[in-house]
């Protein structure tokens, strides 16, 4: 009879996820802002999730039905997105719309300068303004003053982008990962830098929330439905943090590292190309164009070299990480169906503490800085290029 009664309980879902873990969470000293807000945005779905691997007793996803599996990897993706929510995320964002906007005003004063030598002259005369007023063509004074405004606002980007590199370095920080303002544009110079500073966020709001976890099944006394449903979030937040791992390591390898090869492939071709004009060309001028295609071809080449370096770094940590998270996993899974039966429920606790210790930061590789503006530069073009890739 009990036993029926507890698993009623156990699927009674959302209510008592609820009951069970909100309150506590959001009230406790020990938890920080962001991961209170985050819990609070999140134990909806996390609640949803539970229940639906509660159903299954937390068995393989792939041994899932499909239309179960689908439901459930869209719910992890939801909680993962929730979960990697912070003020380092947000500064993130911010910098890359300034570095946008500044990349698409450069792009326009290069347009204007070009416009601006073909365009007709500034009217001087009164009939010449009268004819502008009616057919209103911008002429050279027009792009000039455009010019300067882009320049102008280019100029207060820097000041602003300034400040909020130093904002970001200090998210950054409090969420376990130290950085100096120079080694921030290595990080953000690649495609894989939004994906690591997400996991870096869920891990800060994922070890706020365990720890509140912890305290919870410490005051639960002797209420194995308490402690089962707050162990089986536990086994939750490791799964969203699993499945964040497993999704970049998909776009190391099938998006990015794809799409890297198809450049380095194409730019080989085209230096191929140009060495066969060289060597047939006769004109010092063109011969002299040639040439800059190949510096800038051999340049794309070591970019690329360098690119797929620095994936490959970030693929063994990352691959690191998944490993201590499956063991994790497996363990809290096995903890969350033995609160089922633990006889002595306060040793289960005890014991079960190291468990929800070992939920380490994310050790992000070594961020270092590029060795020139001009190679910098290239990288990013080339971030620029991935992210415009399929699936990315």
Do not use: C
Not at 61 to 85: C, H
Not at 116 to 121: E, R, T, Y
Not at 200 to 217: C, D, K, P, W, Y
Not at 343 to 363: G, K, T, V
């Amino acid at each position: 009879m009990r036993r029926r009664v507890m698993r009623k309980i156990l699927s009674a879902g959302l209510a008592g996820l609820l009951m069970l873990g909100a309150v506590p969470v959001l009230a406790s000293p020990t938890v920080t802002p962001e991961s209170r807000a985050a819990w609070s945005a999140g134990q909806d779905v996390v609640g949803r999730i539970l229940s639906e691997r509660a159903a299954t007793r937390f068995g393989p996803l792939d041994q899932i039905p499909a239309e179960r599996r689908q439901r459930l990897e869209r719910l992890l993706d939801q909680a993962g997105e929730i979960l990697a929510a912070s003020p380092a995320v947000s500064s993130r964002d911010a910098l890359r719309r300034l570095a946008e906007e500044e990349r698409g005003l450069r792009r326009l004063i290069a347009e204007d300068r070009v416009a601006q030598a073909g365009a007709p002259p500034a009217p001087t005369g009164v009939m010449d303004q009268l004819r502008a007023r009616l057919s209103p063509t911008w002429n050279q004074a027009d792009y000039a003053a455009r010019i300067r405004r882009s320049e102008a606002r280019i100029a207060r980007i820097a000041e602003e982008r300034v400040a909020v590199r130093n904002a970001f370095v200090a998210d950054l920080e409090r969420v376990g990962l130290r950085l100096r303002p120079d080694q921030v544009d290595g990080l953000l110079s690649l495609a894989s830098a939004d994906d690591m500073v997400a996991i870096q966020a869920m891990f800060a709001n994922m070890r706020g929330i365990v720890t509140s976890l912890r305290e919870q099944a410490q005051a639960s006394g002797e209420s194995l439905e308490v402690a089962r449903r707050l162990y089986g979030v536990h086994a939750v937040l490791l799964e969203v943090a699993m499945d964040a791992h497993r999704d970049l390591l998909r776009k190391i390898d099938q998006d990015w590292g794809a799409r890297l090869a198809e450049i380095e492939r194409s730019t080989h071709e085209l230096r191929a190309e140009a060495q066969a004009i060289l060597r047939a060309e006769r004109d010092r001028g063109l011969q002299d164009v040639t040439r800059a295609n190949i510096a800038a071809q051999d340049l794309t080449l070591r970019a690329v070299s360098l690119y797929r370096q620095r994936l490959a770094e970030q693929r063994r940590s990352v691959e690191a990480s998944l490993r201590r998270l499956e063991s994790q996993a497996r363990v809290a899974i096995n903890t969350w169906a033995t609160a089922e039966r633990a006889a002595d429920l306060a040793a289960l606790i005890r014991f079960s503490d190291r468990s929800f210790e070992a939920l380490s930061a994310f050790e992000v590789p070594e961020i270092r800085p590029f060795e020139s503006r001009e190679l910098q530069g290239e990288v990013e073009r080339l971030t620029e290029r991935l992210r415009g890739f399929p699936g990315s």
